[in-house]
């Protein structure tokens, strides 16, 4: 009696996971990373090509920040739906670039999170001052508005 009970069980256990779907996580909408800076990437296409806009809270620059214009790539082969991605944001008001590499999340509770690291350099006068034109950081983006 037993052996067609741990039959039955199996087989709705192997049915039920059948069922249950991976929820995606999509780059293409309004993100907030955890310094207050936003951005908004337009749709992903065909080949993982997107571009966007970029608005930093934070520079080291006495200049007025500005939108600033970004484009990337998304690796599109990721099975699962939760993809790597890499993207640059050339700075409208100063002489630096900065270069985001990351992976798009769907979290337990089914919140889209973007986990990026940066490196930004900026350009100095000359090679001496190469050793400060290096930054590098991570970031967390959540989604301003849901998909």
């Given at each position: 009696?037993?052996?067609?009970?741990?039959?039955?069980?199996?087989?709705?256990?192997?049915?039920?996971?059948?069922?249950?779907?991976?929820?995606?996580?999509?780059?293409?909408?309004?993100?907030?990373?955890?310094l207050?800076?936003?951005?908004?990437?337009?749709?992903?296409?065909?080949?993982?090509?997107?571009?966007?806009?970029?608005?930093?809270?934070?520079?080291?620059?006495?200049?007025?920040?500005?939108?600033?214009?970004?484009?990337?790539?998304?690796?599109?082969?990721?099975?699962?739906?939760?993809?790597?991605?890499?993207?640059?944001?050339?700075?409208?008001?100063?002489?630096?670039?900065?270069?985001f590499?990351?992976?798009?999340?769907?979290?337990?509770?089914?919140?889209?999170?973007?986990?990026t690291?940066?490196?930004?350099?900026?350009?100095?006068?000359?090679?001496?001052?190469?050793?400060?034109?290096?930054?590098?950081?991570?970031?967390?983006?959540?989604?301003?508005?849901?998909?």
């Amino acid at each position: 009696m037993e052996q067609p009970t741990l039959f039955l069980l199996v087989l709705c256990l192997a049915l039920g996971a059948h069922g249950l779907s991976v929820e995606k996580c999509n780059l293409t909408g309004r993100w907030k990373n955890d310094l207050g800076s936003n951005m908004t990437i337009s749709a992903v296409d065909e080949k993982g090509n997107f571009t966007g806009s970029y608005n930093t809270s934070v520079a080291d620059t006495p200049n007025k920040i500005q939108l600033s214009p970004l484009v990337g790539f998304q690796h599109l082969t990721n099975p699962i739906g939760q993809p790597t991605f890499g993207f640059t944001v050339n700075w409208t008001f100063s002489d630096s670039i900065t270069v985001f590499t990351g992976q798009c999340f769907v979290d337990k509770n089914g919140k889209e999170v973007l986990k990026t690291m940066w490196l930004l350099r900026s350009r100095v006068d000359n090679i001496e001052n190469d050793w400060k034109a290096t930054r590098v950081g991570t970031n967390e983006f959540t989604r301003l508005e849901p998909q």
